[in-house]
């Protein structure tokens, strides 16, 4: 058994890898770190703020969009193409099956971000001659997050079409983010049933903020521990209630 869904794995992590989508976002971010890196046209403190604000949002955003794509149609084309017919004939559940497809995108989405991030911590020692603890969080976080965001491709793929799941994932992430300012406001200058459903959904929504540490990082800041381990708990949890909630609708679901 595990010996098959290990194989799937890396059935999923091939697959995902030859995908040109993830190829053009990793070169593409690559690039444009690389670019901010050699601007000259500050002094040091303000292109190091360049390169970190950059490399940040760059390995955020190719890692996210490589994922929602990556997600949103692997379940699909599956099903269509009759290919986990003779995957769920052998020893391997529902359960393992998606997992499998979860852990070798995320897999190979890993590895681009890696490299990405390889790219920014390189500049960083270039310029700085020195790698802070607090750019190494705020890219292990980063990571956190784009875990979160293929979780939710992962549960929408299972209920809607690619082309939906893209569009509804890329809505819920966008809520989420505008979730701590925006949605609050918005809930405090509303009253009665409104102000209930506004936060409800504020709070069924993932904090994608909860994550973002790259001001803290480009202002060198500092993060309490508590807040760290709160929001990787956060992060964990809401992403295995979608992965758990992803397999029980396939469960549920007539192939």
């Known amino acids: 058994m595990l010996r098959a869904f290990l194989a799937l794995v890396k059935l999923s992590f091939l697959e995902a890898v030859r995908r040109q989508i993830l190829h053009v976002m990793v070169l593409l971010s690559m690039v444009v770190i690389a670019i901010a890196g050699t601007v000259t046209f500050f002094d040091l403190g303000v292109q190091v703020k360049i390169v970190k604000d950059t490399g940040m949002v760059m390995i955020l955003l190719a890692g996210s969009l490589s994922m929602v794509f990556l997600m949103s149609g692997a379940l699909f084309h599956d099903i269509e193409g009759r290919l ?21 995108a995320l897999g190979a989405v890993s590895l681009g971000m890696t490299l990405m991030s390889a790219t920014l911590l390189a500049l ?19 990571y956190l997050e784009v875990a979160l965001v293929g979780a939710l491709a ?32 918005l809930a ?59 397999i029980w609708r396939f469960h549920r679901r007539e192939v």
């Open 154 to 185: 992962l549960l929408l793929s299972t209920l809607f079409t690619p082309a939906m799941t893209v569009a509804l994932t890329l809505f819920v992430y966008l809520l989420g983010s505008l979730k701590m300012g925006y949605l609050q406001h």
């Open 188 to 246: 405090e200058r509303n009253t009665g049933l409104a102000k209930w459903v506004i936060t409800a959904v504020s709070a069924v929504l993932p904090n994608m903020e909860a994550f973002r540490l790259k001001d803290a990082l480009v202002h060198d800041l500092s993060v309490p521990t508590g807040y760290l381990l709160l929001a990787a708990v956060y992060g964990v949890a809401y992403a295995g209630l979608c992965v758990l909630l992803s």
């Open 124 to 142: 960083l020692w270039v310029h700085l001659h020195y790698v802070s603890a607090m750019a190494i969080t705020a890219i292990a976080f980063t």
């Open 84 to 104: 986990v017919y003779p995957v769920l004939a052998r020893p391997i559940s529902r359960a393992m099956y998606l997992l499998a497809r979860y852990a070798g």
